[in-house]
């Protein structure tokens, strides 16, 4: 199975600042990876997928790169609303695990 | 608009059965995978399981296999995940998702449903 990591584990960050998150496979997925936002009490919600297509409604303040084994995740300028969880996940073979995520919360 | 409508919390004792159900709508039910994850407290998102409503086709995480059971019944648009008999370490929010068309990756997450399970 492909193995995600991410990194930080915690990233703390000022409103408005940029918040960049990283996301590595342990084998080449391709552009296969997705990333998903996870707020207290709710589900995740997708943000981004074939590493760098938003989904819908997803503000344009979130973008995505990458491709193979390496993915960022930015975030040009924080707002409140964007303190969460970040996950990413391959998509390239089942299991499509998800990796262990990265806190981004007010500095 | 696609729509996941889980079953509500449950208690269970250990040893105990359980079957959660997810109601999809507003897509061809049949035609999209429908899948299960787990996130126990404070913790990351785990593949369970997931379906191919149209032919009943389905996987399993290794780390589940034999543990539960994905199903079907395409007549009520309707997913389930079943247990034979809980362990405490069962105890977790289960979100039910939908996968995009020919993808594993889910755009449409359900409500989630809280299983506890305690003696």
């Known amino acids: 199975e492909i193995v995600m990591t991410q990194s930080p584990a915690t990233l703390s960050v000022s409103p408005g600042e940029r918040a960049t998150l990283s996301c590595r496979a342990s084998?080449?997925?391709?552009?296969?990876l997705a990333w998903y936002q996870q707020k207290p009490g709710q589900a995740p919600r997708l943000l981004i997928y074939g590493a760098s297509t938003r989904a819908t409604g997803i503000p344009a303040r979130f973008s995505g790169s990458g491709s193979g084994t390496e993915f960022t995740l930015t975030i040009s300028s924080l707002q409140s609303e964007d303190f969460a969880v970040y996950y990413c996940?391959?998509?390239?073979?089942?299991?499509?695990?998800f990796g262990p995520g990265t806190k981004v919360d007010i500095k | 608009e696609v729509q996941l409508v889980q079953s509500g919390a449950a208690l269970r004792k250990p040893g105990e059965s359980l079957k959660i159900s997810c109601k999809g709508s507003?897509?061809?039910?049949?035609?999209?995978?429908i899948g299960w994850v787990r996130q126990m407290p404070g913790k990351g998102l785990e593949w369970m399981a997931i379906i191919y409503p149209g032919d009943s086709d389905s996987r399993y995480s290794p780390s589940v296999q034999g543990q539960v059971t994905i199903s079907a019944d395409k007549s009520i648009s309707t997913a389930y995940l079943q247990w034979r008999s809980l362990k405490a370490s069962d105890s977790a929010m289960y979100y039910c998702v939908q996968f995009a068309f020919g993808e594993l990756f889910p755009p449409y997450w359900g409500q989630g449903t809280l299983v506890t399970v305690s003696s």
């Open positions: 507003g897509y061809t039910f049949n035609s999209y995978w």
């Open positions: 084998q080449s997925v391709s552009s296969k």
């Open positions: 996940q391959q998509f390239n073979d089942w299991p499509p695990l």
